[in-house]
């Protein structure tokens, strides 16, 4: 299993970095958060003004795109990989809400998408690595060895990220997170650009009704029935 390519896509918040840290866990595979990438452009267009009450610099952002770099790098403490922009740990700071509401404009954008696929498709190619996203099993690695399509209602979903906010300490409301994931949904399936959709070939996990356990245990029984 050392050469596998797991590809995890699906709508936000439902979990797909859950299941994919937990397979990264058991499989000894490298966890690649895709998603973190985009946010780390995201952040570095915030912070540059690139970003000006949600209206996008397309120029200023093309002009300065090979400036940015964007890593992951083990952290000892919690042995997980945390995102780097420009020899910054960001992993808190494109987490917050502000960037996930900017994220989606960034990243239908294309050559953004050039940049940052070509990125993955390096870190990934020579295996032993699970990646989630929203065109990991149709764009990233179309020849994935196995593809999740994972969802849950909005809801739920909205339910799930508003208690680990609140868990952090974040003061937002349930309202703006639901509006939140709502809206990357609509704007990440209907973008020109590689729009988030399940490949033909993925397996649908609609988790509205499943705890983190018997996800885990489904999927191990999918990656067992393929052998
Ligand atoms: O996975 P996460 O929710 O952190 O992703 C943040 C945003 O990045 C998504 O809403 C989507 O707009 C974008 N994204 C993408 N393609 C990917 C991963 C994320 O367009 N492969």
């Known amino acids: 299993a ?37 946010r780390a452009v995201t952040l570095f267009a915030l912070s540059r003004g690139v970003i ?12 300065s795109l090979s400036e940015i770099v964007v890593e992951f790098k083990r952290n000892s403490s919690t042995g997980e990989l945390d995102t780097w922009l420009n ?13 996930s509401n900017n994220v989606s404009a960034i990243s239908a954008l294309k050559f953004v998408r050039e940049r940052l696929v070509k990125l993955q498709q390096e870190m990934g190619q020579s295996g032993g690595v699970v ?9 990233v690695f179309p020849n994935a060895d196995i593809k999740l399509f994972m969802t849950a209602s909005p809801e ?18 349930f309202e703006d997170v639901l509006s939140n ?22 397996l649908v996990l609609d988790n509205s009704f499943m705890n983190r356990e018997e996800q ?3 999927v191990l029984e999918k990656l067992s029935e393929r052998g």
């Open 2 to 38: 050392d050469k596998i390519i797991i590809a995890i896509d699906g709508h936000s918040s439902c979990g797909k970095s859950t299941i994919a840290k937990d397979l990264a866990k058991k499989l000894s595979l490298i966890y690649i958060d895709t998603g973190a990438m985009y």
């Open 216 to 218: 885990f245990d489904w």
């Open 156 to 173: 739920v979903r909205a339910q799930r990220r508003f208690d680990e906010m609140q868990s952090k300490g974040e003061d937002v409301s």
């Open 87 to 99: 020899g910054e740990n960001v992993e808190k700071a494109i987490r917050t809400l502000e960037v």
């Open 181 to 202: 994931v709502q809206n990357r949904d609509h704007i990440d399936s209907t973008r020109a650009e590689s729009p988030l959709r399940k490949a033909d070939d993925a």
């Open 131 to 139: 990646l989630d996203g929203r065109d990991i099993g149709t764009v």
């Open 52 to 63: 000006n009450d949600g209206v996008i610099n397309v120029d200023k952002l093309q002009d």
